[in-house]
């Protein structure tokens, strides 16, 4: 087992393919995939599963993966330390449902930890692809809420995958709704007087099962209700047809303005936003930090 070796597997994992990491490698594609072979052989352990579809880690590989980055990132330190080599590039990526505070961590991350060179991914998506983005380290981090409807659905998909969920802090829901919009100057707003108002959701694509909704009580019915792809979408119509949409209450004024506004909602609900990751995968040092980047921007909303 070489370092070179390592760094083949964290390539092929961070592009999700051989052909794309042998470029970024400047190798042939044969003598990638042959190096990876030799080394499963080496290991006798089963790195990367290789399908018609493609390739992806196998629950070894995820392990295997967790400790050759930690390897590569003590190599890389040595490497600065004594021979004032230049470090590589850094890689993250993160995915989660539609929320600001998820933004500002890592806009602090990149702030406070971004180095000459990195490869930083965010992606606000689908619930199911949260999972999924995780399932593959697409994503190292994934963040999503909790409720009681949809904990047994979400947590045995989560335990299917190997993936586990910690919780980051628990809501009463709210509303979002302009800071024009006639409910703006209640103190609390009930399921009854949203009514007459649009409904706005998140959509979930081909997994748009009540389960894996964004926001709580989908199972309602509304006379009237439009499905976005995208926060700024979504506020936009907050504003434009005096929309509404259910959330946490955390919002952040530097990324949506003081045009939206969260009023509590009059619903026994509670809502348990967290993050997942792999069970057999601990966390690299820009994960760490991310982390500890969302409880510092949570922490002010929360107190």
């Given at each position: 087992?070489?370092l070179?070796?390592?760094k083949?597997?964290?390539?092929v994992a961070?592009r999700?393919?051989?052909n794309e990491a042998?470029?970024?490698?400047?190798?042939s594609?044969?003598?990638?995939?042959?190096s990876?072979?030799d080394?499963?052989v080496?290991?006798?352990i089963?790195?990367f599963d290789r399908?018609?579809k493609?390739i992806?880690?196998?629950k070894?590989?995820?392990?295997f993966?967790?400790?050759?980055r930690q390897?590569?990132e003590?190599?890389?330190?040595?490497?600065?330390r004594?021979l004032?080599a230049?470090p590589s590039?850094q890689?993250?990526s993160v995915?989660?449902?539609?929320?600001?505070?998820a933004?500002?961590a890592?806009?602090n991350l990149?702030?406070d930890?971004?180095?000459?060179?990195y490869?930083?991914?965010l992606r606000e998506t689908?619930?199911?692809?949260?999972i999924?983005d995780?399932?593959?380290l697409?994503s190292?981090i994934?963040?999503?809420y909790l409720?009681?409807f949809?904990e047994?659905?979400i947590?045995?998909l989560l335990?299917t995958?190997n993936?586990?969920f910690t919780?980051?802090?628990?809501?009463?829901?709210h509303?979002?709704?302009?800071?024009?919009?006639p409910?703006?100057?209640?103190s609390?707003?009930?399921?009854?007087?949203?009514?007459d108002?649009?409904?706005?959701s998140?959509?979930?694509?081909?997994?748009?099962?009540?389960?894996?909704?964004e926001?709580?009580l989908?199972t309602l019915?509304?006379?009237?209700?439009?499905?976005v792809n995208d926060?700024?979408?979504l506020?936009?119509?907050?504003i434009?047809?005096?929309?509404y949409t259910?959330?946490?209450?955390v919002l952040?004024?530097?990324l949506?303005?003081?045009?939206?506004i969260p009023?509590?909602l009059?619903?026994n609900?509670?809502?348990?936003v967290?993050w997942?990751?792999?069970?057999n995968?601990?966390?690299?040092?820009l994960?760490?930090?991310y982390?500890?980047?969302?409880?510092q921007?949570?922490?002010p909303?929360?107190?």
């Amino acid at each position: 087992m070489t370092l070179q070796q390592l760094k083949y597997v964290i390539e092929v994992a961070n592009r999700g393919s051989i052909n794309e990491a042998s470029k970024r490698l400047f190798i042939s594609q044969p003598s990638l995939s042959n190096s990876i072979k030799d080394l499963e052989v080496e290991l006798r352990i089963t790195i990367f599963d290789r399908t018609n579809k493609g390739i992806s880690l196998s629950k070894e590989g995820v392990e295997f993966l967790s400790y050759a980055r930690q390897v590569v990132e003590q190599a890389e330190l040595l490497e600065s330390r004594y021979l004032n080599a230049k470090p590589s590039a850094q890689h993250f990526s993160v995915s989660t449902q539609h929320y600001a505070f998820a933004v500002n961590a890592f806009v602090n991350l990149v702030r406070d930890h971004g180095q000459d060179e990195y490869e930083f991914a965010l992606r606000e998506t689908k619930t199911y692809e949260i999972i999924e983005d995780v399932k593959s380290l697409r994503s190292e981090i994934g963040i999503l809420y909790l409720n009681e409807f949809n904990e047994k659905v979400i947590n045995k998909l989560l335990r299917t995958e190997n993936l586990q969920f910690t919780p980051l802090f628990t809501a009463k829901p709210h509303i979002f709704i302009s800071i024009r919009n006639p409910l703006a100057k209640q103190s609390v707003v009930t399921i009854e007087q949203l009514e007459d108002y649009p409904y706005l959701s998140f959509d979930q694509g081909d997994f748009n099962s009540f389960h894996f909704s964004e926001e709580i009580l989908s199972t309602l019915t509304h006379r009237k209700s439009i499905r976005v792809n995208d926060r700024a979408t979504l506020f936009n119509l907050l504003i434009g047809v005096n929309g509404y949409t259910i959330s946490t209450g955390v919002l952040s004024a530097d990324l949506n303005g003081n045009e939206i506004i969260p009023v509590p909602l009059d619903c026994n609900e509670t809502i348990h936003v967290g993050w997942i990751s792999h069970r057999n995968a601990s966390l690299s040092k820009l994960g760490l930090a991310y982390i500890e980047e969302l409880h510092q921007v949570l922490h002010p909303a929360l107190v």
